[in-house]
């Protein structure tokens, strides 16, 4: 039986939404993904997802507030959220409150690493096939 990974990814530009959710699927991971900040506290409000992978520079509300936001609700204290971005900086995030960050564009190697860190993710599952 394997674990099922339940991830909030967290990203307006879908071209690049697409490309993470192709891979984290192929992980096995189950993805739900919002677009913005408030689509982002909606979706984190009715369900609990193991790890969210967060944008930071997004219209309206970014990354960083919506962290903070999360991070007031009960449940947002403990889940792991990992900043992803091409330029943001580690200490911009962890003082947002965020416990790492991941470049972007998103790399399979980088997002194994990522799942391993923060879930109960293993490198052995089986990824799905592309048939």
């Known amino acids: 039986m394997s674990i099922r990974i339940e991830i909030l990814l967290v990203e307006d530009d879908d071209i690049s939404a697409q490309a ?5 699927e192929r992980l096995g991971c189950e993805v739900d993904h919002a677009s913005n900040g408030a689509e982002a506290i909606e979706l984190f409000g009715k369900k609990s997802y193991d790890l969210i992978f967060m944008d930071w520079q997004m219209p309206q509300m970014d990354g960083l507030e919506t962290t903070a936001r999360i991070r007031c609700m ?3 204290r403990v889940t792991p959220i990992v900043g992803t971005s091409a ?3 580690r200490p911009e995030c962890v003082a947002a409150g965020m416990n790492d960050v991941m470049p972007k ?4 190697n980088s997002l ?3 799942l391993a860190k ?3 993710w293993k490198d052995d599952f089986t990824i799905a096939s592309a048939t």
């Not at 993470?20 to 984290?24: H, V």
């Not at 564009?105 to 399979?108: D, H, K, N, Q, S």
């Open 105 to 108: 564009p998103f790399l399979l």
């Open 87 to 89: 330029s943001m900086s």
């Open 74 to 76: 009960p449940q947002g």
């Open 20 to 24: 993470a959710r192709t891979l984290l």
């Open 118 to 120: 923060w879930t109960l």
């Open 112 to 114: 194994k690493l990522g």
